[in-house]
């Protein structure tokens, strides 16, 4: 499958965390389909932010700055936007600052997801609710086979954690709340994103732009740590396509889906370096074996089955066209090429590509 431009054309949405890296890009694509979109987020968390250069506010219907830690304002702020779909991506993303501040990470991502689900308890109109997780709501075992959606969940650090109490309220909004009104909710547990517009701190191609635009050499800490790397437009691509199937399927797709490269197209961070610093002749990587810090995760692989079988989703880019995609975002953002414009590019490319399984039949 791929999007449907007419169920989207006018549909009302509700887009939570659209100033964001990932909300960004999809308030742009949703633009781009003719929806109209709410959006409710904080302000930019980074500096740059794509959100400001790539003028996303442009073609919102209303740009709403609304803390979700705050129930009052999340639910004066449903009943404004009037969604049909609502797609949460709202969230603090990052798991080393979740060691930093976990109170404040639990409180966003799980009580603000509380939040919003309880306040589309009684929102007239809505049909279809995605809540976005993450690949790391599984309780890691760091085994060789990858994660399941029925495997159990876990988490070590506090976002891992409040993101599979996410997983947990959201299935109880579901079953408790939303079904018997006939609202379907899905979540979706995506793999590790790459895309240009990052600009996120400890992220591994916004930290090797950063340094190799400067003249450094990029620090890399765990360069054997393995993940289920995508091109952002991979998962937002997937949003969108299982918003419409809990629209029109509602008894039938409303569940939890993996999102993410085949199993074996997860790659190690020294790999996507590597292929990333083809960008940067020259530039220098410092690669040690330090597990000193916080903990993580060195093995994270996802199996996507039920994503191909129920959705019928396939992968456009492989890992090495998402890395070059990516870092040639940086390279034209770097010459003054428009941030928007640079979108703009990449979504027309992803829209054109085959699905790999599709191109190699």
Avoid at 18 to 41: C, D, I, N
Avoid at 91 to 115: C, I, K, W
Avoid at 138 to 162: F, I, V
Wanted: hydrophobic share 45%; proline share 6%.
């Amino acid at each position: 499958m791929s999007v449907d431009a007419a169920f989207w054309r006018g549909r009302r949405v509700l887009l939570t965390g659209h100033t964001g890296f990932k909300g960004a890009w999809l308030a742009l694509w949703l633009q781009r389909l003719g929806a109209e979109v709410t959006g409710l987020a904080l302000d930019p968390p980074t500096e740059p932010a794509l959100y400001t250069l790539a003028r996303v506010a442009d073609g919102l219907a209303a740009d709403l700055r609304v803390d979700l830690r705050h129930a009052d304002a999340v639910r004066d702020a449903v009943h404004r936007a009037k969604p049909e779909v609502v797609l949460h991506l709202a969230a603090q993303a990052l798991v080393r600052p979740s060691y930093e501040a976990p109170v404040d990470t639990f409180a966003t991502n799980v009580m603000g997801t509380v939040h919003l689900l309880d306040a589309l308890r009684t929102a007239p109109g809505v049909r279809a609710v995605l809540v976005v997780t993450t690949d790391k709501v599984y309780r890691n075992r760091e085994w060789a086979y990858p994660y399941r959606e029925d495997d159990a969940l876990g988490g070590h650090d506090p976002y891992s954690a409040s993101k599979a109490a996410t997983e947990i309220v959201a299935a109880s909004y579901r079953d408790a709340f939303l079904a018997p009104r006939g609202v379907a909710l899905a979540t979706a547990r995506a793999g590790n994103v790459i895309g240009g517009g990052d600009w996120a701190r400890d992220r591994l191609l916004p930290d090797a732009v950063r340094a190799w635009q400067a003249g450094a050499a990029l620090q890399i800490r765990q360069p054997g740590s393995t993940r289920p790397w995508q091109h952002v437009l991979e998962p937002l691509q997937a949003y969108l396509v299982l918003a419409q199937a809990l629209h029109e399927r509602p008894d039938r797709v409303a569940a939890a889906y993996n999102f993410g490269p085949q199993s074996h197209e997860a790659a190690t961070v020294r790999h996507v370096v590597e292929m990333a610093a083809r960008a940067y002749p020259g530039s220098e990587v410092c690669y040690q074996n330090n597990s000193d810090g916080p903990h993580e995760a060195r093995f994270l692989a996802l199996e996507t089955a039920q994503a191909r079988s129920a959705l019928g989703l396939l992968p456009r880019w492989p890992v090495a066209t998402a890395v070059q995609r990516t870092m040639a975002w940086y390279r034209g953002w770097a010459a003054g090429a428009d941030p928007r414009a640079l979108c703009v590019a990449d979504l027309d490319a992803f829209e054109a590509a085959c699905p790999e399984d599709v191109c190699s039949a």
